[in-house]
């Protein structure tokens, strides 16, 4: 079993154990981004682009309200990334930033390991994957595999992840693929 966060009220002194922040990031998504970087993955996917993020040790903790500070320091944002490490092992968390980062009107897009389809299944009132869910604009879903590597992609990494309209998807009830 993966470690979550289980904190079950949240607010802007609530921490967050991150492997580091890209301000004005234009390769996690379309826009001009800022990227949250959490610490702690699962996956070990061969290949990763960034292995320093596995360790749920590593990294140092962030309050919410100062990466929030952060967002809010430009001005010409067009949206907030979570990537990482894995994001759904810090899903309650990440929900409380990104329905903040959604009040100030920025779009959010989360990055996952895990397939759109696992998450729903698999949510529950501990893990919080819904909660991330409902907050999450886009989803890249899938696990990088190293085969399937593919420079040409437009944010993604391997050509068996998919970027999913997540809003449309939960409305719809069933996965929808978007181009971005």
């Keep these: 079993m993966q470690p979550t966060e289980r904190t079950t009220v949240l607010d802007l002194n609530n921490k967050i154990r991150i492997a580091g922040i890209v301000e004005d990031s234009i390769v996690d998504g379309p826009g001009l981004r800022i990227s949250i970087f959490v610490q702690g993955c699962p996956h070990a996917c061969e290949g990763c682009h960034n292995p320093q993020t596995w360790d749920f040790d590593g990294g140092h903790d962030m309050t919410i309200g100062a990466i929030l500070e952060r967002i809010k320091h430009d001005p010409l944002l067009d949206g907030v990334t ?77 050509s068996n992840q998919r970027i999913i309209d997540v809003k449309r998807s939960l409305e719809e009830g069933k996965t929808v693929i978007c181009e971005l």
């Design 82 to 158: 979570f990537s990482g490490g894995e994001p759904m092992c810090k899903a309650k968390a990440l929900a409380f930033l990104a329905k903040k980062s959604h009040e100030m009107g920025l779009n959010v897009i989360v990055y996952t390991g895990y397939i759109f389809e696992y998450l729903l299944e698999h949510a529950d009132d501990e893990n919080g994957y819904m909660e991330l869910l409902k907050e999450t604009d886009i989803l890249i879903d899938g696990p990088f595999v190293l085969k399937k590597r593919d420079l040409e992609l437009k944010f993604k990494g391997s």
